[in-house]
Every structure is written in C-alpha cells, then in structure tokens.
C-alpha cells in the first residue's frame, strides 16, 4: 500500500498578502461592520489529548481541567487552530515560518529562500496589516500593538467522558526543516518553502500508542484522552467586523462537509482531527453600531448567510483537510525502503507520495507557486577560519543491500550525510540518527554516504 507522509504542505500563492487595507479597530464603531458572539461545539472524530502541565514532576499525563475539574480545550490553541485555515484561505503571511537557522537537537543547518512579502515582519504597522493579522491581531515590541478583533473561550467537555485508558504515546519527533524533500518545494537547500503546514487526518482508529519499554523513555504516557464523538463546547466574540472578515471566519470555523480540523498532541500520529458546528440559535450578531441599542433591534437574523463558499478554498487545501485521506494509502513517517526506487531528497506531491524530483515539487495543479529564487549569498553563515556548513558528501539513495545483522545494543543505519564535523544517519525504521564525526571508529576512506554502518550505544559508529 503507498505510504503518505503524516503531513504536506499548502503552496503559497504567486501574489502577496493583501496589506491595502488598513486596522478597523474595536473603538470606532461601523455601519457595515459585525460585532456578536458565534455558539460552537467541537465534536472529536479521533482520539483527542490535550495534556495538564501544571505538574512538571509527574511522568504520566493526565487531560487538561478547569477549576471546575471539567475536561477543557484552551481557547489559544482553538484560536491557533483556526487561524492556521483562515491565514491559508485569506493568502495572510507565514507567523512562525523561519528561512534559515539549525534544526533539532544537533543543531543541523538549513536554508531556503527568502519568504518576501509573505514575511510575518512585513506586517509591521496599523496601515500595512495581512488580513489574518488584521483579525486576530499583531504585537511587534513596542512598534506595533494591534488588539485582535476575536476572542476564543475554553472549549469544555459537554458529551462524553474521558477514557481512563493509560498507554504509552509514539515518539514524537521535533520540526525537521532541515529535510528540504518535506520542507522544501523542489527538494534541495535554497529553494522556497513548501507553503503552510497541515497534517493529514488519519481516521477515527488511528494507531497511536506503543508498548512501554526502557528504549522508548522519551515517549508520553496519558492516562486519560477523549474518544472519538466527544463533544466540547465554545464561544468566539467578534467586534467590528467587515462582512468579508465575518464570511471567511465561518467558514474557516465550520469548514465543508468532509473536511476537518486538527488540534491538540499527536497530530502526526492520528490524533486530533475534529469538526466544528456552529450552533446558530445559541449565536447573535448584530450591526457593530447597533450593538448598545435595543437588543431585538439590533440584531440580524441572516447573518449566517454571509458565510464564505467552496470557491474560497485552495485544492491544496482542501487536500490536506479531508477527512478521508486514510482511504488513500497508510499515513506514517517512511522508514528506509520506501526511498529506493527516487532519490533521497525527491520532493512529496499533493497528494504526500515522494515521487522524484520535479521542478514544480508536484503541488497541486490550479495553484500559483511562489516564484523560486536562489540566494546568491552562501548557504550557511560562518566564522573566520570555518568551511561553509554544506554537506561534503550527499548519498543520492539508500543502499540497495538489506541492513546487516546486528548484536545487542547496537542498530543498523546508512549514512545520509556527511559535514565536517557531524554524521546524519538514517535507521531502519526511518528516524534520523546524528553521531559526531570523530566518533567513527574505521578507516577514512570507508566514510561514505549511502553504506550501511553499525552503531553502537557508546555514540560511536563504523562500517558494516
């Protein structure tokens, strides 16, 4: 069965964010503008976790409470969640994408092109705002203080009960940008970004837990997790505003039928996929005017109405939303033997396949890809006396040969690459390994990228 990627990427659009148009406000009251309260409940259609982390001290987890001890969703993370949909659908700037830097715990470097006016610093003033940064708000230091025009209550726990199912999560991996065949859109460093991330929904069974053992220590164990069709209940208030900020709201909040949202740990192990329902006779909204005049008066009834169509979402999109994407193939991060018939750093397509490199990094057709661009400057900034932080050697493929035979406490791993001072191997199961280069125990001239090495628990490596 094919294997998709646990994630993929919605591509950026050839034109920039729309900054003409300049912060409403919540002081200055308008006619054509909305203000009001929108009533929402947030069924889960896949084991969801949310984790109490008051207790830094205690090894299992239990699901995030009130002081009312009922289960609860943070409104942050609802609002982050929503945003995420509402900065693809409005084509808004990228928050928290970053071009350059190092990745993981060993500090491994990577570089891709400049984002351009999809820059989140762009937006840098009341009068040159994206849209998403109108809405939900915008703090740059002591430059720029711009109040969000949205607020998000707690989501609380209304259907269902929490299962009291103890079980050890699979490991979950920090961002690794610096695999330019997933974060990268033609697969190699100094071209641009993919676009804006979003994980797959993998179905209302996802395999998620793993047996406890001592070798999997870094793995989280919960006690408790919401089951598939619980129900969490919420509030969003709005204040001043436009009829299209109101339409492309609701529609980022109660999005198509067969397409959901994400939220909560594990996203890219199965969990957290939901759908969101407006509950419209518990919501009011009312011209923003209107908003201290007799109530009955001032509200309007066709205010849903004004939700945003299916012409408003990308095939990009709503390919990384749908909710049966599972029927596609099995979801997972690839182990070795996936990568032997491309090479290693073959760009995913639409549809979260690595299927060869490809000029275009086969992204969805109907969508205009941000012009690529390579930087002129070297790829990795360095000190006096210092070689640029490139790989010396690259292996093009994983060996064709099974992984050799190993002994207790050692793991079989090939050599993806090799820098001046670090060695980033690729295990059987796929998971990234980084030794340091003066820990390899052999001859110089066997070093090479795409061999099989053995690798032992005293950090250090040789050929097998």
């Known amino acids: 069965m094919t294997t998709i990627n646990p994630y993929n990427f919605v ?11 300049g912060y409403t406000g919540k002081l200055r009251l308008k006619d054509d503008h909305y203000s009001g309260k929108i009533a929402c409940i947030l069924k889960a259609l896949s084991p969801l976790i949310t984790l109490d982390q008051s207790r830094k001290d205690v090894k299992n987890k239990k699901f995030l409470r009130n002081n009312r001890k009922t289960p609860i969703l943070q409104g942050a993370s609802i609002k982050g969640m929503i945003r995420s949909v ?35 610093s762009k937006c840098n003033s009341l009068e040159a705002l994206c849209p998403a940064c109108r809405l939900f708000g915008a703090i740059k230091g002591d430059t720029l203080n711009c ?20 079980c050890c999560l699979k490991e979950l991996l920090s961002p690794k940008p610096h695999h330019y065949a997933t974060y990268g859109k033609c ?34 164990i919960i006690e408790e997790y919401a089951p598939v069709e619980s129900a969490f209940s919420f509030q969003i208030y709005g204040e001043n505003l436009t009829k299209e900020e109101l339409g492309k709201l609701l529609l980022a909040i109660e999005l198509l039928d067969g397409l959901g949202h994400k939220i909560g740990l594990g996203k890219a ?48 999109l709503i390919e990384v939303l749908r909710l049966n994407k599972a029927e596609d193939g099995t979801i997972r991060y690839p182990d070795y033997r996936e990568y032997k018939k491309e090479p290693f750093n073959a760009p995913i397509n639409a549809l979260g396949v690595f299927v060869g490199t490809t000029l275009n990094g086969g992204r969805p057709p109907g969508t205009d890809d941000v012009a690529e661009s390579q930087p002129q400057e070297p790829l990795f900034k360095t000190k006096q006396g210092e070689n640029a ?76």
């Open 11 to 21: 591509p950026l659009k050839s034109k920039e964010p729309d900054r003409s148009l």
């Open 86 to 120: 509402y900065e693809a659908i409005t084509d808004s700037c990228l928050t928290f994408a970053a071009t350059n830097g190092t990745s993981g715990k060993d500090k491994i470097p990577y570089r891709y092109a400049d984002l351009g006016n999809y820059l989140n």
């Open 147 to 166: 109040q969000g025009k949205v607020a998000f209550s707690d989501a609380a726990l209304v259907e269902g009960t929490l299962s009291q199912q103890k």
């Open 187 to 220: 697969g190699h460093p100094g071209s641009p970004v993919a676009g804006r991330k979003f994980y797959y929904h993998q179905g209302k069974t996802p395999s998620f837990s793993v047996k406890e053992t001592p070798s999997n220590n870094r793995s989280i």
């Open 269 to 316: 192990i199965g969990l957290g996929s939901c759908c969101i329902t407006i509950s419209r006779e518990k919501s009011s909204i009312t011209k923003a005017c209107k908003r201290y005049e007799n109530w009955n008066t001032g509200a309007i009834g066709d205010w849903y109405s004004l939700k945003a169509g299916r012409e408003e979402l990308s095939e990009g």
């Open 389 to 464: 932080a490139r790989p010396d050697e690259v292996a093009v493929a994983p060996p064709q040969e099974p992984p050799p035979k190993t002994k207790q406490g050692e793991d079989a791993a090939w050599l993806k690459e090799i820098y001046k001072d670090k060695l980033v191997f690729m295990d059987t199961q796929g998971k990234e390994v980084v030794r340091s280069r003066k820990g390899y125990q052999g001859k110089p001239g066997l070093l090479e990228a795409g061999k099989w090495f053995i690798l032992s628990g005293t950090n250090s490596s040789r050929r097998a």
